[in-house]
């Protein structure tokens, strides 16, 4: 039986085109399909790409305006109408209150090992920027639980990339984004596994 993912975005929409094509392969082993792509911005990449694969898409504004569990009952309608049971916040960048029906079932992706540059105002280039900043030798990515603080939750699963010297914020990101597209669609078997 497939899982039904909702799938959350704010921008270009990479990981959601890396899931659709990875759940249309039956030799990539993902048993899942797309129920719907959510977004809290008009006008972003991610809304393109569900186009493309038609796919259910609904943009929920004013979320700056609302409470974060205000809002959050808006999208978990959503999501409930689309039967989805598993919800992936992919680049999504908003807070997400969870209800307690979805407790362990919202899955995030960040550009870091977490608990190292993890936090409220990390994210995108602002995280390499930071690893670049500090020094290090190794950075990566994290999959992980969503929990009611910021990159908080339990870890399904991390992968890794080496820091180069000379390397930039944007050629960083790019190593980094090579092993998220591996990373998210391992979790998810992980964690369907479980």
Same mark, same amino acid.
């Given at each position: ?7 959350? &975005? ?15 392969? @039956?030799? =990539?082993?993902?048993?899942? %399909?797309?129920? +719907? #792509? $959510?977004?809290?911005? @008009?006008? #972003? !990449? =991610? ?7 038609? *796919?259910?898409?609904?943009?929920? %504004? ?9 809002? !959050? ?5 959503? $999501? ?7 919800? &992936? ?8 209150? $969870? ?27 602002? #995280?390499?920027? =930071? ?6 030798? +190794?950075?990566?990515?994290? &999959?992980? *639980? ?6 908080? !939750? ?7 990339? %080496? +820091?180069? @010297?000379?390397?930039?914020?944007? /050629?960083?990101? /790019?190593? +980094? ?7 998210? @669609? ?9």
């Amino acid at each position: 039986m497939s899982h039904r993912l909702a799938v959350l &975005v704010s921008g270009t929409g990479r990981h959601l085109e890396n899931l659709a094509e990875l759940s249309r392969d @039956p030799a =990539a082993d993902l048993d899942a %399909e797309i129920g +719907v #792509v $959510i977004s809290n911005r @008009p006008g #972003v !990449g =991610a809304l393109d790409r569900a186009a493309r694969f038609e *796919l259910r898409a609904e943009v929920l %504004e004013g979320a700056e305006a609302e409470s974060d569990e205000t809002y !959050g009952r808006r999208v978990f309608e959503v $999501i409930r109408d689309a039967e989805a049971d598993t919800v &992936v916040l992919a680049g999504f960048l908003k807070k997400l209150w $969870i209800p307690e029906d979805f407790a362990g079932r919202v899955i995030n992706i960040h550009p870091s090992l977490l608990p190292a540059f993890g936090g409220k105002g990390y994210y995108g280039m602002r #995280v390499h920027r =930071a690893v670049l900043e500090r020094g290090c030798q +190794v950075t990566g990515c994290t &999959v992980h *639980l969503v929990d009611d603080v910021y990159d908080n !939750g339990p870890i399904l699963h991390q992968r890794w990339c %080496e +820091v180069h @010297p000379g390397d930039s914020a944007e /050629a960083l990101a /790019a190593r +980094v984004f090579e092993e998220e597209l591996l990373a998210l @669609p391992e979790a998810l078997r992980r964690f369907w596994r479980r």
